[in-house]
């Protein structure tokens, strides 16, 4: 079995805008959604992803030779369940408070269909190196992309900016929208930093165009 | 010679109505809603209203002009909406607040969904929704005393009403709006006289305002006492709060209502029912808005239920029977 000869620093950078999780393939909605009222919940929902992606895709790589095509998918859970456990376990010990902000999500991860898609699309088929940096690009990237909104929502919602014990405080003129802080004000910001990413960067992304197909 | 056979699509038949004509009229009906707001809660309403209206109109030219659009400004749609939202917003509210609202109905709601007859959900009460989600202290407090100006950081008489089924306010302060509340939903004669205005003028159907008041009433008499069933104050449920301003001039925007008349009736008895839901069980005050905003993303749904027989059915389904020989 021949594989393609791929470029290490083009499977990580890919991540970023080609295959941006969530504004060009849009997957992996629900934390997006769900953990993005601030910037250090954003960065640590990312830092999990990219933990839990970057083991599940070395091991499906490692063991894409043996692991047999009809049972595929029980197997790559197994693999990604691992990790999942290992991160919440981890969160639970030494960050908890975090860990209580994202609740439900971090076990969640186990079916958060980015990793889920990377294994199939990519560790499945590409050698264990290749896959190391598609992980490590991917959760890069989708960690970018929840601090980005989270940023967004936190400032015009709270009006601050909290990174650890630093307070960004808000420009004294203008009242925080505790709008941004609920569910609509995640769709409303999602929504409009995906037209933004589609207008300006969406012609090299792999994005689906439905106006086209008909 | 060819020329002569014309051959076209229906419709053939067009109605002198144009979508200026019909926003022209809303407009006019809002007028007196308008002036008394002004005389009841003071210069400042006017003030409102206006940054309100020209925020609206100004967003979709904006808007327009910066995706390359067709400018529609001058049908006035964008008017309609910016004088409706003013209209349910507190008298003191600070002056951003209708700002971003026009701006919020306008572009998120209005345009973004393709403009004016693809809109999904009322525009005005879309950036409501959205400013009172956002500012919810501002929305729910800054009201004012009427006639005398004077600021009112309470609640307004409806949320008392909800709890006890009883109003300090006589019929005569309900009717002429003499009650802290929105800019323009406490003059129930003022509102009555422009929705009257509409119907005769054939704008808007009848049917979904009384649907939407009957049904409201009716479960205000039946539920509005605490104290036990068929006692409460129905007039009062129906004068307190936006539900008049709503039935008229809101619920009966044609983008989001359902086309056939069933439809419409429909369409109103559901915005009463949610209404009463979320005055008598709900934890806002008043739910008007979130009634009319429901019922908008009901409306698909009932269109393609609720369907006129067509020209023939009978005859069709008498020729139905007569071919399975009446088996079942």
Same mark, same amino acid.
């Given at each position: ?81 691992? $990790? ?22 971090? $076990? ?37 992309? +929840? ?15 909290? +990174? ?7 420009? $004294? ?9 609920? $569910? ?5 910001? +999602? ?24 | ?5 014309? !051959? ?9 109505? %144009? ?29 409102? !209203? ?6 609206? &109109? ?11 659009? =067709?400018?529609?400004? /001058? ?5 309609? @909406? ?6 349910? #917003?507190?008298? *003191? &509210? ?24 693809? *809109?999904?959900? /009322? ?12 500012? =919810? ?24 009403? *909800?709890? @006890? ?10 009717? #002429? ?32 305002? &009384? ?15 605490? /104290? ?6 129905? !007039? ?39 209404? #009463? ?10 739910? &008007? ?6 019922? *908008? ?8 239920? !609720? ?16 071919? %399975?020989?009446?088996?079942?």
């Amino acid at each position: 079995m021949s594989e393609p000869r791929r470029s290490l620093g083009f499977d990580f950078i890919k991540g970023f805008i080609q295959e941006n999780p969530t504004f060009a393939l849009a997957i992996g909605m629900c934390p997006t959604l769900a953990v993005t009222t601030s910037v250090e919940n954003g960065f640590w929902m990312g830092m999990a992803v990219v933990f839990v992606l970057t083991f599940s895709n070395v091991f499906v790589s490692l063991l894409r030779r043996f692991i047999p095509d009809a049972i595929r998918i029980p197997i790559f859970v197994i693999l990604i369940a691992t $990790p999942v456990v290992i991160v919440e376990l981890v969160m639970k010990a030494y960050l908890p408070a975090i860990y209580e902000v994202m609740g439900i999500f971090v $076990p969640l991860i186990v079916v958060n269909c980015i990793i889920i898609a990377r294994a199939e699309a990519f560790a499945y088929r590409y050698p264990v190196m290749n896959s190391l940096m598609d992980g490590l690009g991917i959760g890069a990237a989708y960690t970018v992309n +929840l601090m980005v909104i989270g940023g967004i929502r936190e400032f015009l919602g709270t009006g601050q900016i909290a +990174l650890g014990s630093i307070v960004f405080p808000s420009a $004294p003129f203008f009242e925080p929208a505790a709008v941004m802080l609920t $569910p609509p004000g995640g769709f409303i910001t +999602l929504g409009l930093l995906m037209v933004l990413f589609r207008v300006t960067l969406g012609s090299k992304a792999k994005v689906e165009d439905h106006s086209k197909t008909s | 010679m060819e020329d002569r056979l014309l !051959i076209t699509p229906a419709p053939h038949i067009t109605s002198s109505k %144009t979508i200026q004509g019909i926003m022209l009229d809303v407009v006019v009906s809002l007028v007196p809603a308008s002036i008394a707001a002004v005389v009841i809660f003071g210069v400042r309403s006017l003030l409102i !209203i206006l940054v309100s209206v020209f925020s609206a &109109v100004a967003a979709e030219a904006i808007y327009q002009k910066l995706f390359k659009k =067709p400018l529609t400004i /001058n049908d006035m749609s964008a008017t309609v @909406t910016g004088l409706l939202l003013a209209l349910t #917003l507190p008298p *003191n &509210v600070p002056i951003w607040i209708p700002i971003i609202g026009s701006v919020f109905a306008i572009v998120i709601a209005k345009q973004i969904f393709g403009g004016l007859g693809t *809109n999904f959900v /009322n525009p005005a009460l879309a950036g409501r929704a959205f400013v009172l989600a956002a500012w =919810p202290l501002h929305m729910t407090h800054d009201w004012v005393t009427p006639m005398g100006y004077d600021a009112l950081t309470g609640a307004t008489p409806l949320a008392g009403f *909800n709890g @006890t089924g009883k109003t300090v306010l006589t019929l005569r302060e309900l009717l #002429l709006g003499l009650r802290a509340g929105s800019l323009g939903e406490t003059c129930i004669i003022a509102l009555l006289v422009g929705g009257i205005y509409l119907i005769a003028r054939d704008v808007i159907d009848w049917r979904i305002p &009384v649907g939407y008041l009957g049904t409201l009433a009716l479960g205000t008499w039946i539920f509005g006492n605490p /104290n036990g069933f068929f006692m409460g104050d129905w !007039i009062s449920g129906l004068f307190l709060g936006g539900a008049i301003l709503g039935s008229f001039f809101m619920a009966t925007d044609y983008v989001t209502s359902p086309v056939t008349r069933r439809g419409r009736l429909c369409m109103g008895i559901g915005a009463g029912v949610v209404t #009463l839901l979320i005055r008598l069980w709900g934890s806002y005050p008043e739910g &008007v808005t979130y009634a009319i905003l429901f019922m *908008n993303l009901v409306t698909p749904l009932i269109d393609k239920y !609720i369907v006129p027989k067509y020209y023939g059915y009978a005859h069709d389904v008498q020729a139905r029977k007569a071919a %399975t020989g009446g088996a079942k």
